[in-house]
Antibody, heavy 119, light 107 residues
Framework: QVQLQESGPGLVKPSQTLSLTCTVSGGSISSGGYYWSWIRQHPGKGLEWIGYIYYSGSTHYNPSLKSRVTISVDTSKNQFSLKLSSVTAADTAVYYC???????????WGQGTMVTVSS | DIQMTQSPSTLSASVGDRVTITCRASQSISSWLAWYQQKPGKAPKLLIYKASSLESGVPSRFSGSGSGTEFTLTISSLQPDDFATYYCQQYKSYSWTFGQGTKVEIK
């Protein structure tokens, strides 16, 4: 079955760029029918959708983060990635990658990775 | 953005109880609503999509109902594995938004 796994640094300095990668296994990211998303959860808080990418490269971002977010896809590696620039302590969170059925819910999630922004 | 408000924020219940969680949207979202269960340190798990469709593999004691702006998640007979936090999420209109969560605790 399809599995997602996040990877990347657990500690990022303020003002730098947070970079995470999600590796998809058990299925092809190019198969269509799915958006590949990033979602975050601040410590002890609720969930915040960051944005998604389709295998073709089309994206949609949360307007509250749009100026700092870039999501890209590498179909040859079956991966998609998140870059969040100019981070502050407010970006400290658990970051999840997830598969979203087009026009439907998030049906598969990665285990999540904690990213702390601190000097 | 569409705001999603869940009630209650915390619910204390016993094994075997019937439990109902409510989610209200700030504007109509038709049936574009999902419910997730999250346990500490784990990723959310999809339970219900399109307001009332049960995700494959999810026990039938979970059910969802509603449309427009008011939705409910019902657990017909609470089991020990069900103590967790539950979130609703709308996908009618960008940006996708989640409720603040309802924690189901042991009474």
């Amino acid at each position: 079955q399809v599995q997602l796994q996040e990877s990347g640094p657990g500690l990022v300095k303020p003002s730098q760029t947070l970079s995470l990668t999600c590796t998809v296994s058990g299925g092809s990211i190019s198969s269509g029918g799915y958006y590949w998303s990033w979602i975050r959860q601040h410590p002890g808080k609720g969930l915040e959708w960051i944005g998604y990418i389709y295998y073709s490269g089309s994206t949609h971002y949360n307007p509250s983060l749009k100026s700092r977010v870039t999501i890209s896809v590498d179909t040859s590696k079956n991966q998609f990635s998140l870059k969040l620039s100019s981070v502050t302590a407010a970006d400290t969170a658990v970051y999840y990658c997830a598969r979203e059925v087009v026009n439907d819910a998030f049906d598969i999630w990665g285990q999540g990775t904690m990213v702390t922004v601190s000097s | 953005d569409i705001q999603m408000t869940q009630s209650p924020s915390t619910l204390s219940a016993s094994v075997g109880d019937r439990v109902t969680i409510t989610c209200r949207a700030s504007q109509s979202i038709s049936s574009w609503l999902a419910w997730y269960q999250q346990k500490p340190g784990k990723a959310p798990k999809l339970l219900i999509y399109k307001a009332s469709s049960l995700e494959s593999g999810v026990p039938s004691r979970f059910s969802g109902s509603g449309s427009g702006t008011e939705f409910t998640l019902t657990i017909s007979s609470l089991q020990p594995d069900d103590f967790a936090t539950y979130y609703c999420q709308q996908y009618k209109s960008y940006s996708w938004t989640f409720g603040q969560g309802t924690k189901v605790e042991i009474k």
